[in-house]
């Protein structure tokens, strides 16, 4: 029944075929070029690029969370920074008022998210379209504003002076001060998530989210609760968003208002965009990309908008699903070659 | 008794003048944002850097000595050829596919980055502050009022007098409205709607250019400026009415108000967060805010 209502209208290509599709295979191989980077990072002992590597990760998760809401379930929103920005908040706060653990940082910046994700849902979902868009936007800039007016939360300062922390893993334990590490735990919670949204869109609630995409009106029909659903999609990339801002303090030591801006929710659009629209791996590879852009960009100029900007809108008006939706088909076929080609050279 | 009328005299008065400046303003800003929107249903996002390329438009020029009432011509006509070209080389690209709310959304707010830079890139990243073309000021029942502000009131205002004749009063007018009602109805009947789309829009375009010029000698010049006022004029489309003429006007007169009266009362730097406050207030109770779409009116 579900299925009929999928292929009633055009859908984005349904990733769900076989426990190991296109997708999860460029899943793989991202993890594959990080850990070589990370080998040839640290053995030239190059700090610098592997923070700029974690933070590339810790974006591409706030770029997650737009693409479950605007890629899975055709809910643009405009503000995104601010389920990223009370995280990184909350777990600021925590890590230099609180304790200095990992874990308490982090459940009390994805019980934030949620709170705040559920309050901010109940109110973005009254409306649709373009209107969802704006009120996102107005939210998080109510919020921005209360924060940057606020001087116990360090007005225009931010918080400074976060302490660097031990992160434990049962037996295992690390230093957040030391890059390699650091990165490599980003990169395991990171693709952890990824899997874990992955799965996620996969299953039932995944397929509710793809028809509420492509119709809402007729989900009820079918028995499911529309509302509902989108509440769930918007308080999950809350807390996605909200996870992955937590662990912004720890990679910097400090958090600034600017993570609660416009400009932070945009960038995270971009990202989504560029790197390919409800493909999740997408955002993470544009969130990449884009930061080794910009790095490269801003070696040689300052005005690294006029590129990203042009590389975006060619990527609005060209490439509807971004880098990997434009790779995906190509990687697909040569799947289909090869099984083909299997069957053939099979006795 | 004397002391109510001291204080309506000598603090709301002036506050409210203050605020009816910057509306009128605002409302310049607006309308080009809600006409865009009520005919093409396009949130230009990239609309706070065509005020801000106005205003650094109107310096140039100022500074090979074109004299300020010229500007207020030929900063306008300039915007429009750039308003055209973005209709039919950006907006046209994207605007008949189905998620064309979004995608316009995204392209604006993309050639808005890149106008932003650009503009860094040409003029530096410093704050200019053009002459105050009128000088001096006035005193009215008491309160000195600056020469310049009164003429933003009263040149404004005329110029929101002048845009609601155009839009429903002119024979242009009618064909934009009938445009944003039924678009196949208008075109069988024989208006140009592609060309009306193109003029539209660069017609939105000029007027923000044209608020540029107008608030550069009150607000100082420099790339990011349109960035703070266009949060000003979502919210009043918004609450006004996303398309609506009317609510535009009455919005923004209304909001401006609330925020220079606001600001009295409670610590300016909060007076923003109230009026953004206001807005998610009216989205959740009234989506469509308080009056209706252009075609509709």
């Not at chain 1, 030391?178 to 490599?184: G, M, Q, V």
């Not at chain 1, 509440?231 to 600034?256: E, I, K, N, Q, T």
Request: proline fraction near 4%; hydrophobic fraction near 55%.
């Amino acid at each position: 029944m579900r299925e009929a209502v999928m292929t009633a209208v055009s859908l984005p290509r349904s990733p769900s075929r076989g426990p190991l599709n296109a997708t999860h295979w460029l899943a793989l191989l991202f993890l594959a070029v990080a850990l070589v980077f990370a080998a040839v990072a640290w053995t030239t002992g190059n700090g610098f690029y592997l923070r700029l590597a974690t933070e590339a990760l810790i974006f591409a998760g706030l770029a997650m969370s737009v693409d479950l809401l605007l890629g899975y379930t055709g809910l643009l929103s405009l503000g995104q920074a601010l389920y990223f920005g009370l995280g990184a908040y909350v777990s600021a706060l925590v890590l230099r008022d609180g304790a200095p653990s990992f874990w308490l940082a982090t459940g009390a910046a994805l019980a934030a998210g949620a709170l705040a994700g559920l309050v901010g849902g109940v109110i973005a979902n009254r409306v649709k379209g373009v209107y969802f868009a704006l009120i996102t936007f107005g939210l998080a800039q109510v919020v921005a504003k209360a924060v940057y007016n606020t001087r116990e939360l360090g007005a225009s300062d931010g918080i400074i002076g976060i302490p660097q922390i031990r992160v434990t893993l049962g037996p295992l334990a690390l230093d957040t001060a030391d890059p390699l590490s650091f990165f490599l735990f980003v990169l395991g919670l990171t693709m952890a998530v990824y899997a874990g949204l992955a799965y996620l869109m996969d299953a039932p609630f995944g397929r509710t989210l793809a028809a509420i995409r492509a119709n809402e009106k007729r989900v009820p029909f079918l028995g499911f609760n529309a509302w509902g659903h989108k509440l769930a999609v918007y308080v999950l990339a809350a807390c996605v968003a909200a996870l992955s801002g937590a662990l912004y303090p720890m990679l910097r030591g400090f958090v600034s208002p600017e993570l609660l801006f416009f400009h932070t929710s945009g960038n995270a659009v971009v990202t989504v965009i560029v790197g390919g629209v409800g493909t999740l791996i997408g955002p993470i590879a544009g969130s990449v990309l884009l930061t080794a852009l910009r790095s490269v960009v801003g070696s040689w100029t300052e005005h690294h908008l006029i590129v990203v900007g042009v590389i975006f809108m060619l990527s609005v008006i060209f490439l509807r699903k971004g880098l990997v939706g434009a790779l995906l088909p190509w990687l697909e076929r040569r799947a289909a070659a090869r099984a083909r080609h299997g069957r053939r050279s099979a006795p | 008794m004397a002391e109510t009328i001291d204080y309506l005299q000598f603090i709301l008065a002036p506050q409210a003048l203050n605020g009816l400046s910057l509306g009128v303003a605002v409302v310049l800003m607006a309308l080009g944002l809600t006409i865009i929107f009520g005919l093409l249903d396009v949130i230009n996002m990239a609309h706070g850097e065509f005020y801000a390329m106005g205003a650094f438009l109107a310096l140039s020029l100022a500074g090979l000595g074109v004299g300020f009432w010229a500007l207020l011509v030929l900063v306008p006509l300039l915007m429009i050829p750039i308003g055209w070209a973005a209709e039919r080389w950006l907006i046209q690209r994207v605007f008949h596919s189905r998620d064309r709310h979004i995608l316009t959304l995204l392209l604006t707010f993309g050639l808005g980055m890149i106008l932003e830079d650009v503009l860094k890139l040409a003029y530096g990243p410093n704050t200019m502050r053009p002459e105050t073309p009128i000088a001096g000021g006035t005193e009215i029942l008491g309160m000195f009022l600056p020469n310049y502000r009164l003429f933003l009131i009263g040149f404004g205002l005329a110029l929101i007098a002048a845009v609601w004749v155009v839009v429903f009063r002119t024979r242009l007018g009618a064909m934009v409205r009938a445009a944003a009602f039924d678009k196949d109805m208008a075109s069988s009947l024989g208006v140009p709607v592609r060309r009306v789309y193109a003029g539209t829009f660069a017609f939105g375009v000029a007027l923000a250019g044209l608020s540029g010029v107008l608030l550069a000698p009150i607000y100082s010049v420099f790339p990011t400026m349109g960035r703070d006022f266009i949060l000003m004029a979502f919210t009043v489309v918004i609450v006004g009415g996303m398309g609506s003429i009317q609510g535009a006007v009455v919005a923004g007169l209304l909001l401006t108000q609330v925020q220079a009266i606001s600001s009295l009362y409670i610590s300016p730097v909060w007076s923003d967060p109230l009026v953004f406050g206001i807005m998610v207030l009216v989205l959740m109770v009234r989506p469509r805010g308080l009056f209706g779409r252009l075609g509709n009116a």
